[in-house]
């Protein structure tokens, strides 16, 4: 039985690792920039005719990380 319980607290843990890096970003404006570069002078995200690429408003974007006042996603 304590071999049972080892196994269920070692399985939540690991769950619990791998949930608390499913992190997630929702944009929840419009015409939201998405940038190549950590910087307001860095390339916007654009399709293969120079045009922006924008999010819609509700999109969930995978965070990766926090470059000062930006999200690297």
Known sequence: M?????????????AACIFSWATNVVVDGTHVRLRLGAS????ILSDGNGDPIYPAKGAVIPYLAT???FYKV
């Open 2 to 14: 304590n071999i049972k319980r080892l196994f269920a607290s070692c399985l939540l843990a690991v």
């Open 40 to 43: 307001t002078s860095a390339q």
């Open 67 to 69: 470059e000062g006042n």
